[in-house]
């Protein structure tokens, strides 16, 4: 089954620290994506590679988060410093090229929660 | 600028009836469409991808088609299962944007027995 991983599943952080996850896209699948899914289940784009070169990125995500997709080695997502507002679930999604008929297949996520 | 509207947010139908959620999309390039089902604690997963202007696209009994007339990507089934209780979101993309997905609300579907 192909599939994009996600770990950890569960991360569980408090206000200020740092929340690091991480993705491997599937294979052949050099396009990658991170979304944030809040607990009301809106989706909202963070950040887009190919390969190891950021295509687009939201204001928030070049402030707060870093974000980076090494050759060789899975792509992560850290928040520098996690606020209440950061729970919920991040989502990595991959595609084969940036073509628009090939739809980007999801990870399980990634669920933040900041106490 | 580009979004998606899901005029549902909660669905509940008995087992063997017929759905159908809406999607309305607003852009001004020429638009992807795709339809994804999202079981509880699970990923999104791909339901259905918009094919030509007019032309209805199927996957597990599950039907759509593109209208950019009325902008409109409306998914359909004859039969509702008890296994087809999920979110269903709906997603815009267009060749200026990387394939980045722009996601409707949600719909959130529930089959009874």
């Known amino acids: 089954n192909s599939k994009v991983i996600q770990t950890p599943r569960y991360l569980v952080k408090g206000q200020g620290q740092k929340a690091k996850m991480r993705c491997i896209p599937e294979?052949?699948?050099?396009?990658v994506f991170w979304y944030q899914q809040n607990k009301n289940n809106e989706f909202k784009f963070l950040i887009n590679?190919?390969?190891?070169?950021?295509?687009?990125q939201i204001d928030m995500t070049e402030k707060r988060f870093s974000a980076e997709c090494p050759s060789n080695s899975p792509c992560s997502l850290e928040i520098q410093s996690s606020e209440a507002g950061d729970s919920a679930l991040y989502l990595c999604?991959?595609?084969?090229?940036?073509?628009?008929?090939?739809?980007?297949?999801f990870g399980e996520g990634t669920r933040l929660s900041v106490l | 600028g580009d979004s998606v509207t899901q005029t549902e947010g909660l669905v509940t139908l008995t087992k063997g009836l017929p759905v159908m959620l809406n999607c309305t999309y607003q852009t001004t390039y020429s638009p992807f469409l795709f339809w994804y089902v999202q079981h509880l604690n699970e990923a999104p997963k791909l339901l259905l991808k918009?094919?030509?202007?007019?032309k209805r696209t199927e996957h597990q009994g599950f039907y759509a088609t593109l209208h950019k007339s009325s902008s409109s990507f409306h998914l359909q089934k004859s039969s509702v299962q008890l296994s087809d209780s999920a979110l269903y979101f709906c997603?815009?993309?267009?060749?200026?944007?990387?394939?980045?997905?722009?996601f409707g609300s949600g719909t959130k579907l529930t089959v009874e027995p």
């Open positions: 918009s094919s030509t202007d007019n």
């Open positions: 590679f190919q390969n190891q070169e950021v295509l687009q």
């Open positions: 294979k052949g699948h050099p396009v």
């Open positions: 997603a815009l993309t267009h060749m200026s944007n990387y394939n980045v997905l722009y």
């Open positions: 999604a991959s595609s084969p090229t940036q073509n628009n008929n090939q739809a980007p297949l």
